[in-house]
């Protein structure tokens, strides 16, 4: 028994051994892929783009400097509220040399209807405003040019009626009216001298666009040609040379002055303007120059050229140029303004380029305002500075700065 259970034992012994040694294909352990990390292809660093030139900043420069090199005076317009405003008369007072009153010195506003007729005579009374501003004009030393004493606007029309008062109807007659004009302009240069302003002056516009473009003289609505006649220019400069002191220049003012029959209409008048003994009642020409973009400056300084030829000084009084033409207004693009910049330069620079050859006798030069918004056109952005007092390029036009002006780098 024993010796059977032993046999039985050795023999599972072997079959286990033999089962041990088969040839058996093991099943496959799964494996973890690993994915293979994407290497991004290498790129530029991004970068900052280039930072452009600054546009160098203009140097400083002032008009009166620039017009002071041709030993000429620079103007422009005042009135009370440019001395109201520190900013404006910052710029007055950095920039010119010289100042027109607007509107205070136009006869509306220095005749008095009431006390003409307590005196039974034309009577000249300087307003508050006028006064405020040559004290101003006296304290910082600023030359004055007087504008104006006979025009058909801005003339009280109670002047020419009798008993000063146009409610009657009834106009006087010619001697009556040269009286009263011969009594308006002595009034004047008169109150001037007492009150110490009339060595301020320098010119006084005697006349103010009394001519018409087809070559005639205005006739409507111009009350001084209705009663007086023809002649009454002559005669208010007889008188203004009667009364105004010497160092006053007397002088025509007109606009549109290149244009048309005018250059030779004025031309003719002034060859007229000569007292019975020859002597001239004339000393000079003002040209408002009220101009546009679109204006010639060829035709322009034709005229220039021609009034020159007088003999007589020739002045810019009333300067302002609008972007594109009188029916036409350009917007104030930077194309615009860089082209105004460049009118600007030309015509400054022929102004320059004739007073220091010796063939323009011009010994001031006005502009009408200080900055667009503030200008009577500010429609057409006519003026050196902006509405804000940024320089503009027709401010670099005028210091005949050209790089600025807006001409082509």
């Given at each position: 028994?024993?010796?059977?259970?032993?046999?039985?034992?050795?023999?599972?012994?072997?079959?286990?051994?033999?089962?041990?040694?088969?040839?058996?294909?093991?099943?496959?352990?799964?494996?973890?892929?690993?994915?293979?990390?994407?290497?991004?292809?290498?790129?530029?660093?991004?970068?900052?783009?280039?930072?452009?030139?600054?546009?160098?900043?203009?140097?400083?420069?002032?008009?009166?400097?620039?017009?002071?090199?041709?030993?000429?005076?620079?103007?422009?317009?005042?009135?009370?509220?440019?001395?109201?405003?520190?900013?404006k008369e910052q710029i007055i007072l950095e920039n010119y040399t010289s100042v027109t009153m607007e509107n205070h010195m136009k006869p509306d506003y220095i005749l008095s209807?009431?006390?003409?007729?307590?005196?039974?005579?034309?009577?000249?009374?300087?307003?508050?405003?006028?006064?405020?501003?040559?004290?101003?004009?006296?304290?910082?030393?600023?030359?004055?040019?007087?504008?104006?004493?006979?025009?058909y606007s801005q003339t009280p029309q109670w002047i020419f009626y009798d008993n000063f008062d146009s409610k009657t109807g009834k106009k006087v007659d010619r001697k009556v009216?040269?009286?009263?004009?011969?009594?308006?302009?002595?009034?004047?240069?008169?109150?001037?001298?007492?009150?110490?302003?009339?060595?301020?002056?320098?010119?006084?516009?005697?006349?103010?666009?009394?001519?018409?473009?087809?070559?005639?003289?205005?006739?409507?609505?111009?009350?001084?040609?209705?009663?007086?006649?023809?002649?009454?220019?002559?005669?208010?400069?007889?008188?203004?040379?009667?009364?105004?002191?010497?160092?006053?220049?007397?002088?025509?003012?007109?606009?549109?002055?290149?244009?048309?029959?005018?250059?030779?209409?004025?031309?003719?008048?002034?060859?007229?303007?000569?007292?019975?003994?020859?002597?001239?009642?004339?000393?000079?020409?003002?040209?408002?120059?009220?101009?546009?973009?679109?204006?010639?400056?060829?035709?322009?300084?034709?005229?220039?050229?021609?009034?020159?030829?007088?003999?007589?000084?020739?002045?810019?009084?009333?300067?302002?140029?609008?972007?594109?033409?009188?029916?036409?207004?350009?917007?104030?693009?930077?194309?615009?303004?860089?082209?105004?910049?460049?009118?600007?330069?030309?015509?400054?620079?022929?102004?320059?380029?004739?007073?220091?050859?010796?063939?323009?006798?011009?010994?001031?030069?006005?502009?009408?305002?200080?900055?667009?918004?503030?200008?009577?056109?500010?429609?057409?952005?006519?003026?050196?500075?902006?509405?804000?007092?940024?320089?503009?390029?027709?401010?670099?036009?005028?210091?005949?700065?050209?790089?600025?002006?807006?001409?082509?780098?």
């Amino acid at each position: 028994m024993k010796k059977g259970l032993l046999l039985c034992l050795i023999a599972a012994f072997l079959v286990c051994c033999m089962a041990a040694c088969g040839k058996t294909t093991p099943t496959p352990v799964p494996t973890q892929t690993v994915t293979e990390e994407v290497t991004p292809t290498p790129t530029e660093e991004p970068t900052e783009p280039p930072t452009p030139t600054p546009t160098p900043e203009p140097p400083t420069v002032y008009l009166k400097d620039v017009f002071g090199a041709h030993n000429m005076k620079v103007g422009t317009c005042l009135t009370t509220q440019m001395l109201s405003m520190p900013a404006k008369e910052q710029i007055i007072l950095e920039n010119y040399t010289s100042v027109t009153m607007e509107n205070h010195m136009k006869p509306d506003y220095i005749l008095s209807q009431e006390k003409s007729k307590e005196a039974g005579d034309i009577v000249v009374e300087f307003n508050r405003d006028m006064i405020t501003m040559l004290d101003w004009a006296k304290e910082h030393n600023m030359a004055v040019r007087g504008h104006t004493l006979i025009w058909y606007s801005q003339t009280p029309q109670w002047i020419f009626y009798d008993n000063f008062d146009s409610k009657t109807g009834k106009k006087v007659d010619r001697k009556v009216m040269l009286k009263r004009m011969e009594s308006y302009i002595r009034q004047v240069f008169e109150k001037l001298t007492e009150a110490g302003y009339a060595d301020m002056f320098y010119a006084y516009d005697v006349a103010n666009e009394a001519w018409m473009e087809d070559g005639k003289m205005r006739s409507q609505m111009n009350l001084w040609y209705e009663i007086i006649g023809e002649d009454y220019l002559w005669y208010a400069y007889s008188y203004a040379r009667k009364y105004a002191p010497a160092n006053i220049k007397l002088f025509y003012n007109d606009y549109n002055e290149q244009m048309q029959k005018k250059p030779e209409a004025i031309e003719a008048f002034v060859k007229t303007l000569v007292d019975d003994k020859g002597n001239s009642l004339i000393d000079g020409i003002g040209l408002q120059a009220h101009l546009y973009t679109s204006d010639s400056l060829t035709q322009y300084f034709a005229a220039v050229d021609r009034y020159s030829a007088l003999g007589l000084i020739i002045e810019i009084t009333e300067l302002d140029v609008g972007l594109g033409a009188w029916q036409s207004i350009k917007k104030a693009t930077d194309d615009n303004l860089a082209a105004q910049g460049r009118f600007y330069y030309e015509l400054v620079n022929g102004i320059f380029e004739r007073v220091d050859k010796g063939t323009l006798n011009m010994d001031s030069f006005t502009l009408w305002g200080i900055n667009d918004s503030a200008s009577w056109r500010q429609e057409y952005s006519p003026l050196l500075l902006d509405r804000y007092f940024k320089k503009k390029p027709a401010f670099y036009g005028v210091c005949q700065m050209k790089e600025y002006a807006g001409f082509a780098q």
